[in-house]
C-alpha cells in the first residue's frame, strides 16, 4: 500500500482569561453640593477605565464610565464578547423648601407682593425663584406661583403657589347721635356721622333699603330712625342708624 500523510494537527488555541463584566454601584445620586462617585465594582486587574470616563462629579448630570479589556486577545467578559462596557450614572436635582413671605395685607390702595426663598441650599449656594402673578392691589385673592429656580442643581417642590389676600381695611371709629328737638315747625334731621378716613362717603336712608348723600329731614313730632352707611373702596362697610325725636 502506497503510504498516507498524517493529518495536520490543528493548533491548539490558547484558552482565553474569562473576565467578570465590571458595574457601578450605586447609579444614582442626588445633588448634595460636594463631590460624589459610583464604587467600580468587579473592576479587576484585568480590566481598564477608559481615559474619558467621569469617575466622580459635583453636578447635577449624567455621567458615563467605559471598562475596557486590557488584552482582548487574551481576555473575554463571561458573556463571550470582548466589547467595552458603558455604564451610567447620575446625579440628580435636590428638590427645594421654599420659605414664602407675607401674603395677606389690608387694603391700602398700594400694590403689594410676596417673597419666596430657597431654604435648604447646600454650602454657599445661590439660588434665586422666579415668580408668576406676584402682585395684587384690590380686595380680593391671587395666585402666586413659583415657576423658575436659577440654579441647574435644585429643582421645584410639588407645592409652589400660595395665594395673595388683600382684606377690606377698616374705617376705624364712626362717630354718630341720636337727636332731640321740640317740635317748633321747623326741618330737623340727626348731626353728620364722622369718618375720620379720608375719602369715606355717608349716605342715609330712611328704610334701610335707597341710601342717598343727603341726609333725611322731618317736620312733624314723632320717634325717627335714620339709617346710614359709611363706605369707601376697599374698606370695611359700617352701617348703623340713629332716632330722630321731635
Keep these: 500500500p502506497e503510504p498516507t500523510d498524517p493529518e495536520p494537527t490543528k493548533p491548539v488555541e490558547p484558552q482565553k482569561t474569562v473576565v467578570c463584566i465590571p458595574y457601578l454601584r450605586p447609579t444614582t445620586f442626588v445633588y448634595n453640593g460636594k463631590s460624589q462617585a459610583p464604587t467600580l465594582e468587579k473592576h479587576y486587574k484585568h480590566v481598564a477605565v477608559s481615559s474619558d470616563s467621569i469617575l ?31 455604564c ?6 435636590k428638590v427645594v423648601e421654599l420659605e414664602w413671605g407675607r401674603t395677606t395685607w389690608p387694603y391700602d390702595g398700594k400694590e403689594h407682593s410676596t417673597t419666596c426663598a430657597v431654604s435648604n441650599l447646600c454650602g454657599d449656594d445661590k439660588c ?3 415668580l408668576e ?9 391671587k395666585d ?10 435644585y429643582k ?20 354718630s347721635k341720636d337727636a332731640t328737638f321740640i317740635y317748633d315747625g321747623e326741618e330737623h334731621t340727626i348731626d353728620d356721622v364722622i369718618c ?43 352701617d348703623g342708624y340713629n332716632t330722630l325725636t321731635i
Design 56 to 86: 466622580s462629579a459635583t453636578d447635577v448630570g449624567t455621567y458615563k464610565v467605559t471598562f475596557k479589556l486590557k488584552d482582548k486577545a487574551t481576555m473575554t467578559w463571561t458573556d463571550g464578547t470582548t466589547r467595552d462596557i458603558v
Design 88 to 93: 451610567e450614572w447620575k446625579i440628580t436635582q
Design 196 to 238: 375720620n378716613v379720608e375719602g369715606a362717603k355717608v349716605v342715609y336712608s330712611v328704610d334701610n333699603k335707597d341710601f342717598f348723600y343727603k341726609k333725611p329731614v322731618f317736620t312733624e313730632a314723632g320717634t325717627y330712625k335714620i339709617y346710614w352707611a359709611v363706605m369707601k373702596n376697599g374698606y370695611e362697610t359700617v
Design 144 to 153: 402666586v406661583t413659583a415657576i423658575k429656580l436659577s440654579n441647574k442643581n
Design 156 to 175: 421645584l417642590p410639588d407645592d409652589v403657589t400660595r395665594t395673595l389676600t388683600i382684606t377690606n381695611s377698616s374705617l376705624g371709629d364712626i362717630v
Design 128 to 130: 434665586v425663584v422666579t
Design 133 to 141: 402673578g406676584n402682585s395684587i392691589t384690590n380686595v380680593g385673592k
